[in-house]
T-cell receptor, first 116, second 114 residues
Framework: KAGVTQTPRYLIKTRGQQVTLSCSPI?????VSWYQQTPGQGLQFLFE???????NKGNFPGRFSGRQFSNSRSEMNVSTLELGDSALYLC???????????????FGSGTRLTVV | DAKTTQPNSMESNEEEPVHLPCNHS???????IHWYRQLPSQGPEYVIH???SNVNNRMASLAIAEDRKSSTLILHRATLRDAAVYYC???????????????FGKGTRLHILP
């Protein structure tokens, strides 16, 4: 089955702009989580959406927001971009209901955002 | 804060077994132990998970201490393609209602020597 698809793969934006990243989860998965990965901070949890509702939020400013649609696809938005927002943004899908042996997250390949 | 502790890096020779340790002394009785790995330029990849008993799959084995305060990921015969950062994490049991947030630590960077 198809994996987690993130678009775009690469993005260059200017400070002050906003950006929207997209994530399509594995078919049947209703939970989508977002992570930011930087060399200095590693993988940091941003938020999780389940059934179109934000269920959990990490320690990021309000400039970071997201949403989930009825087909479980999710978008993440960052407004007023700062240089420090340059990072790899990863999306992961999972089922909150145990599905046999594989109760795990499936990650996409990420969107590499560069803010200049 | 990460609830697991792993060595920053480890080295192993190709075709030899590798034992990657993880300490999770504050694990709750219902937390699952998951392992992921991240190859260069890719997102993390699920490796294995377990609750109490040792687990095996085609990628690796997971040995869980009797008190569940530590675990070890075992790669039986390391190859160069196993060079990656390995993350040990704790995850709450599946539930429609419980918070589902994974906290990643820094992981262990595994180097495989040819």
């Amino acid at each position: 089955k198809a994996g987690v698809t993130q678009t775009p793969r690469y993005l260059i934006k200017t400070r002050g702009q906003q950006v929207t990243l997209s994530c399509s989860p594995i078919s049947g998965h209703r939970s989508v989580s977002w992570y930011q990965q930087t060399p200095g901070q590693g993988l940091q949890f941003l938020f999780e959406y389940f059934s179109e509702t934000q269920r959990n939020k990490g320690n990021f400013p309000g400039r970071f927001s997201g949403r989930q649609f009825s087909n479980s696809r999710s978008e993440m938005n960052v407004s007023t971009l700062e240089l420090g927002d340059s990072a790899l943004y990863l999306c992961a899908s999972s089922s909150r209901v145990h599905v046999g042996r594989n109760y795990g997250y499936t990650f996409g390949s990420g969107t590499r955002l560069t803010v200049v | 804060d990460a609830k697991t502790t792993q060595p920053n890096s480890m080295e192993s020779n190709e075709e030899e077994p590798v034992h990657l340790p993880c300490n999770h002394s504050t694990i709750s009785g219902t937390d699952y132990i998951h392992w992921y790995r991240q190859l260069p330029s890719q997102g993390p990849e699920y490796v294995i998970h377990g609750l109490t008993s040792n687990v095996n799959n085609r990628m690796a084995s997971l040995a869980i201490a009797e008190d569940r305060k530590s675990s070890t990921l075992i790669l039986h015969r390391a190859t160069l393609r196993d060079a990656a950062v390995y993350y040990c994490i704790l995850r709450a049991p599946p539930s429609m209602n419980r918070d589902d947030k994974i906290i990643f630590g820094k992981g262990t960077r595994l180097h495989i020597l040819p």
